[in-house]
Structure formats: C-alpha cells, structure tokens
C-alpha cells in the first residue's frame, strides 16, 4: 500500500516518536523512507540513533522529499509552522494532523487548498500500541488515502472514521480523556485493596488486570456490557452487592458527566485556538 511513499514526521516529540515505532514495528515503511523534524538537535540525534530514520532542522526540505507528511506539533505552534511549509504543499501531498482542537477548515487556510487533509484524535495509549485514534478526512480525502492514514494509526492501535468534525470534541471527551478516568477507577480499586490489607503491589495488579481483562472481553466477545455486567453478577451475591453501592454513589451519572464536562472543555478551548489562529 505504501509503495512510492515516503513518510515526514515534523514534530518528534512524544506522539511523533510512538508514529515512528509503530511505522517500523508494522513494517509500514523502511528507516530510509521516513524523515523526522524537530526544533531539539538532542530529540534528532536520538531518534536516529534509536530508529535509524532521517532527520532535519528543516521542514521545508521534509515536506519536498516526502508524499505524506505527519504534523506531530503542539496545536499553537501550528500556524507558525504551516506558514513555513504551506507553499511547498501541494495536491501531491497527504496531510495528517493531530494537532488536538485544530479544525479541517483551520487547517486549510493555513496550508492552501492543495494538499489532501486529514484530521486525527489520537490518545495517550498509543504508547503501548493499545491507541485510540480517530481520523476525521476533509472532502477532497478520497479512499486510498484514508486507508494510508488508517494503516498508519492501526499501527499504534485501533482506527475509526468519523465523518461529522463537529463531534471530534466528543472523541476528545471520551477516547482522549478517558484514560485519566480509567487511571482514576485503577486507582480506586487497588486503594480499596490496600485499604482491606492486600499488599499495594497485588492489589495494583489485581485491579489493572481487571481492567483489562474486562475491556478485552467486552471487545471480543461483541456482547453488550449490561449482558456481561450480568454473566458476573449472579443474583444475591458479592459483585450486586458491590454495584448496588456504584449507583448509590451515582458512578454511571458521574462518568457520563465526566465526559461531558471534557467535552464541554474540548469546545472552549477549540475555540479559543481557531481565534488565536485568526489573530
């Protein structure tokens, strides 16, 4: 799929350095065909010495040598740096963006209207190649590129389509967030271990094994988690006597206001950053 392509990452940061192991874990792409930029000459000459990959100060030459190129920076520093590149852009070129709260519309203003656009979500897991990613294509996005940039993101995780950009803040609310809400309820469990005199490093693993076991059977099963909910919680035993205490204390309520309220945040601060652009 990825034959006469080559791959530019401006942005070798956290995100940046998880796409490039993935790319060569999934075997996407030799070393010699990705090129990665950074402002850090330390972060460059790390990550070629780690991943044998191409590196550059400068992006102008990373966007002439390669056929998609990865914007791994942080979104303020977005316009600044689609500036510098945007007139060596053009319809020859797939353009990725996880640039969080920046808008397809956003994007194109600042890179002309040539290059062929898409916009991801992906989460903090990725770092495990357990991600979340979410790609939301602009309209001149066709089939065969979408399907390079899904391949791209399966290669850190797992991959879905979204075609309404308007509910990008809700992935954010959910998927991007939501780790640090699982962290917080692995958190909770094993402090209740602990609590009732399991050592902190058992407990840790019980609860964080839990988790997992629970997410990868609710996925591989394809069964409803009230269905599941229900194959452990056997009438008059200990896990309904457990639940019985989850709703008193609103815990289904107050997930789902969790996610609303980084919704809610996710749309503020997309604002805020679609104005400053503006400025």
Request: glycine share 12%.
């Amino acid at each position: 799929m990825f034959t006469g392509h080559s791959i530019g990452i401006i942005g070798a940061g956290n995100m940046g350095e998880i796409l490039i192991k993935g790319i060569l874990r999934g075997e996407l792409l030799p070393a010699e065909r990705i090129i990665a930029s950074d402002l850090g000459a330390d972060k460059l000459a790390g990550i070629a010495k780690n991943y044998g990959v191409r590196t550059t100060a400068d992006n102008r030459e990373l966007v002439r040598e390669t056929s998609i190129v990865l914007l791994a920076v942080k979104p303020q520093n977005v316009t600044h740096v689609l500036k510098g590149i945007g007139d060596e852009l053009d319809s020859n070129h797939l353009l990725i963006s996880i640039a969080a709260g920046v808008s397809t519309g956003t994007l194109h203003k600042l890179a002309g209207n040539g290059s062929r656009l898409v916009r991801v979500m992906p989460n903090a897991p990725a770092m495990v190649g357990e991600g979340m990613s979410v790609l939301c294509p602009a309209q001149n996005v066709g089939e065969d590129d979408l399907a390079l940039a899904r391949e791209i993101f399966d290669s850190i995780g797992r991959s879905v389509v979204l075609h309404d950009e308007s509910l990008m803040d809700v992935v954010t609310g959910l998927s991007g967030s939501g780790p640090a809400f699982i962290f917080m309820m692995i958190e909770a469990l094993s402090d209740a271990g602990v609590q009732l005199g399991l050592s902190r490093k058992v407990s840790n693993l019980l609860s964080a094994q839990t988790v997992l076991g629970a997410a990868k059977m609710f996925i591989d099963t394809g069964r409803h988690a009230g269905y599941l909910k229900d194959l452990v919680a056997t009438p008059g035993g200990t896990t309904f006597a457990g639940l019985k205490e989850l709703e008193r204390g609103n815990f289904r309520s107050t997930m789902m206001e969790a996610v609303e309220a980084a919704t809610r945040r996710s749309r503020e601060l997309g604002l805020l950053r679609e104005q400053e652009q503006e400025d």
